[in-house]
């Protein structure tokens, strides 16, 4: 008597929802990434012994080594810096405003900015890289 | 006699392979992308006061003085004397600044119009790391 094989079962795996599952996650991680405001703004970090990692930036505010002011990427004249600040920020008080500022500028440039800051009266992280 | 008929190409489109072309997107763009954890330092920058309050103040609050080529730290209206960054982050840490309420912690910047940044940066950073609160003054 022959004996009887017993029938195998199919190993094919369903992968035709790979793709959807794939695609999934690419939309989540974009729209989980944060995008960096400040990318565009062609500044050389300034650095200190007394920097720590600070949390990220919801505005931001820039002057590049030309002296032009930023806010959010933007670029926006001296006098417009304050009103910008406050805008951005809206009701976020107590969000810190993170200012990065080219290591290379002078007083002029960069004290104006700290005097719009302070008026604006928000909490400014200042932007460096660790010594 | 029937006439062979044309094979019809297929109108189906291979998806097969999409879903390894977007895990392949997924990982370069994973392996692509710098994660940026930001480094500063959250600095108290007092909105600015009326001159006569500053000046009151002035009496017992220390006060640094920023140049391009020295740092002179004072106390009130006396002439400082030139200190180094660790002897000024010394120094500041005996006013034990935590401790205190926030007009106690009042420290005076005063920047020469020649100080870049990055040492600005370094002077401002240390004042915030010990306690202090950076009150602004522009040198006349």
Known sequence: ?131 | MPRPKKERPSAEIETGSFSDISFLLIIFFVLTTTLSKPTGRLVDIPSASPPEQQKKSEDNTPSIKVFGDKVLFGVGQKEGDEVTLPELKGRLIKYAFPSKSEKERMVVVEVADDVQWDRYFKVVTLVAETGGVVALVEEE
């Open chain 1, 1 to 131: 008597m022959p004996v009887r094989r017993k029938k195998r079962q199919s190993v094919i795996l369903p992968t035709s929802s790979m793709g959807d599952i794939a695609f999934l996650l690419i939309i989540f991680f974009i729209l989980a990434s944060n995008f960096m405001k400040t990318a565009n703004v062609e500044a050389e970090k300034p650095a200190s012994e007394d920097v720590d990692s600070v949390e990220d930036a919801q505005v931001s505010v820039a002057v590049d080594s030309t002296g032009k002011y930023f806010v959010q990427g933007v670029e926006v004249s001296r006098a417009e810096v304050e009103s910008a600040v406050v805008q951005a920020v809206g009701e976020h008080r107590e969000k810190p405003v993170h200012l990065l500022v080219d290591k290379s500028l002078r007083r002029e440039h960069y004290m104006p900015v700290l005097e719009a800051l302070g008026a604006a009266g928000v909490k400014v992280v200042f932007v460096g890289d660790k010594l």
